[in-house]
């Protein structure tokens, strides 16, 4: 599976983005999909996932209440629904993909595929 995500740029704070992965060599109905960003120099991190059966969403505390992950199965899309956004969500974003992943979710190590990332940066 390839991942191409998009859709960042630059927001005031408070502002809101929408980011979209764009998912080809294979149907995503079988995979959590996860979003997770990384500021220069630091580790990756978890920001949401949502689970391939259910299509359950997970989110970072820091994130939650903010942001939405949905998917589309058929269009074969995962989204980032960013809200009320705050210069401490600056970062590169990366979606990512995991083939029917049950647990550790929230782990950079669960997930086999990865986009290439997205920069969203938030002024204050």
């Known amino acids: 599976v390839q991942l191409q995500a998009s859709g960042g740029g630059l927001v005031q704070a408070g502002g809101s983005l929408r980011l979209s992965c764009a998912a080809s060599?294979?149907?995503?109905?079988?995979?959590?999909m996860a979003w997770f960003r990384q500021i220069p120099g630091k580790e990756r991190k978890f920001v949401a996932t949502?689970?391939?059966?259910?299509?359950?969403?997970y989110y970072a505390d820091s994130v939650k209440g903010r942001f939405t992950i949905s998917r589309d199965n058929a269009k074969n899309m995962v989204y980032l629904q960013m809200n009320s956004l705050k210069p401490e969500d600056t970062a590169v974003y990366y979606c990512?993909?995991?083939?029917?992943?049950?647990?550790?979710?929230?782990?950079?190590?669960?997930?086999?595929?990865w986009g290439q990332g997205t920069l969203v940066t938030v002024s204050s």
């Open positions: 949502i689970t391939w059966g259910g299509s359950r969403p």
């Open positions: 990512a993909a995991d083939y029917r992943g049950v647990a550790d979710l929230d782990s950079m190590l669960e997930y086999d595929y």
């Open positions: 060599g294979g149907t995503i109905s079988s995979y959590n």
